[in-house]
């Protein structure tokens, strides 16, 4: 399988995940938000600083995919959710527990996986 291209700021947060260094943008008033970001879409301030992701999250929403779209048949089932790290809510597939075993505010850590179909680099969820 042959590498894909690197998409720019989205390559790098994943960098920084997987060095164990991963980050969010805030703004002065303490909105939180993930790169790529220039201005925070809440309040519009410019000034954004990177802040330490948190070790751990919580989940807030999930499903559990059965019948994918072909480009991730030989994912499924899988576990797709949103988990709250901080004031940042982050995407990610939920790894190394059952689908049916999934529930809202199960902590989780974050790190860097693959999609078994594409090999692409995904962000992981792993209980904690």
């Known amino acids: 399988m042959t590498e894909s291209a690197r998409d720019g700021e989205y390559d790098e947060w994943l960098d920084s995940i997987e060095s164990d260094d991963g980050y969010y943008l805030e703004c002065s008033n303490g909105h939180g938000w993930l790169p790529p970001r220039r201005v925070c879409p809440r309040c519009h301030d410019q000034e954004l600083s990177a802040v330490d992701l ?35 809510s982050v995407t990610g597939l939920v790894r190394d527990v059952d689908p049916d075993d999934v529930a809202i505010g199960d902590v989780v850590g974050i790190d860097v996986g693959e999609r078994v179909t594409t090999g692409d680099r995904a962000v992981v969820f792993r209980p904690r």
């Open 54 to 88: 948190p070790e751990s999250g919580e989940i807030a929403s999930h499903t559990t995919i059965t019948v994918p779209t072909p480009q991730f048949e030989d994912d499924a089932p899988y576990v797709t959710a949103i988990a709250d790290f901080g004031p940042v």
